[in-house]
């Protein structure tokens, strides 16, 4: 069998799909971290081939409203991600549209392309911020 390139893409983000207030938590990213980043060794040995992932963080809009700042997954887990860029590993940015909608709830926006943008520029400020480069 011809080997063939397979991307581990990781994203590290809220645990539930569109948290609010009452049900913010990130502990499932730090979980994922720390087994990828143990199991690299063991992923190289079982295919002969170097093993890089790519962790892909959210630091957006939403992120920003229930932490306070959007830069707060990758700040907890800096770290353990300058180690997996260190090993060769992508560290990116992983966006979702949610903005507050009239009742106060969460919820996903793709339709408005301006705060779409805005959203983005916004991640990638918090990114560069928090990483130093773009």
Known sequence: MKPF???FAIDLEP???LPDEANKSFDSAGVALERM???RSEI???TGFPAAFGWYIRMDRHVTGLYGDAGVIAVRYKSLLDEAAQAG???GLHIHANERGPDGR???NCADEEAVLRNV???FASFQEVFGRT
Request: no cysteine; proline share 5%; glycine share 0%.
């Open 89 to 91: 590993d992508e560290i």
């Open 121 to 123: 520029d916004d991640a």
């Open 15 to 17: 645990d539930e799909r």
């Open 37 to 39: 980043l143990s199991l």
């Open 106 to 108: 969460w919820r996903a």
């Open 44 to 46: 190289e040995a079982a």
């Open 5 to 7: 390139p397979i991307h």
